[in-house]
C-alpha cells in the first residue's frame, strides 16, 4: 500500500509540476466484468490544459467488494480424511490492484480526454472440497491469482473548472465513473 500510495504522490507531483499542468483527484465506483462485483476506485494524477497537445497521467487503485463466492460454514482447512470430492475452485475475499493510466486531448481545448489505462489486481482462490463421509465442505487450499487489467475511457476536465469527471471499462472491474477535483 505504501508503494501505491508514493507512486500517487510521484504521478501527480511530476505531471503537475514538471508539465506545468493540473492535478486531480478521483474517487469512483461501479461493477461487471470478470471480477463481478462491486467496486471502488481512488485516482490522482495531472494534466495539461496549455499545450498544442495536452496530455493526462494518472495511477489508480481498484479493489472490489461483496466477491466472496465460498459458501458459508466452510471449514478453513483441509479435508482431515482421503474420501472426498473436488467441487473447483472458488473467489475467497476482494480483489485488489494498481494501474497506470495515460491520455490525450483529441480536440484542443475542449477539456476531454481519451485515455487507456493498464495494470494488475490480485485475488485469494481457493479449492473447495466436500467430504463424502460427513457432508462438510472444506478449504482444500489456498492460492493468490493475478489478473492483467486493462481498457479505457474518456474523461472531462473543463479548464476553468476546479471538478472532472470521468467514464471508463476494464476487463477486471467493469464499467466505472469517477468525480473528482482538480488544482
Request: neutral net charge; hydrophobic residues 35%; proline residues 4%.
Amino acid at each position: 500500500m505504501k508503494k501505491v500510495l508514493t507512486a500517487c504522490f510521484f504521478v501527480l507531483f511530476l505531471s503537475s509540476s514538471a508539465c506545468a499542468g493540473k492535478a486531480y483527484f478521483s474517487i469512483g465506483g461501479g461493477g461487471g466484468a470478470e471480477a463481478k462485483a462491486g467496486n471502488i476506485r481512488i485516482e490522482a494524477g495531472g494534466y495539461t490544459t496549455d499545450k498544442a497537445h495536452n496530455l493526462l497521467f494518472g495511477v489508480g487503485i481498484p479493489f472490489t467488494f461483496n466477491r466472496d463466492e465460498v459458501p458459508a460454514g466452510t471449514l478453513e482447512y483441509p479435508v482431515p480424511h482421503p474420501d472426498y470430492t473436488s467441487l473447483g475452485t472458488r473467489r475467497k475475499g476482494e480483489e485488489a490492484g494498481a494501474y497506470l493510466k495515460a491520455g490525450f486531448e483529441p480536440v484542443s481545448n475542449t477539456g476531454i480526454f481519451v485515455f487507456a489505462l493498464g495494470g494488475v489486481t490480485s485475488g485469494k482462490e481457493i479449492s473447495l472440497a466436500q467430504s463424502n463421509v460427513t457432508g462438510w465442505l472444506y478449504e482444500q487450499s489456498e492460492s493468490t491469482r493475478n489478473y492483467g487489467l486493462f481498457g479505457g475511457g474518456i474523461g472531462f476536465f473543463p479548464k476553468h473548472e476546479s471538478y472532472c469527471l470521468h467514464f471508463e471499462y476494464d476487463n477486471r472491474m467493469g464499467f466505472t465513473g469517477n468525480i473528482g477535483f482538480t488544482w
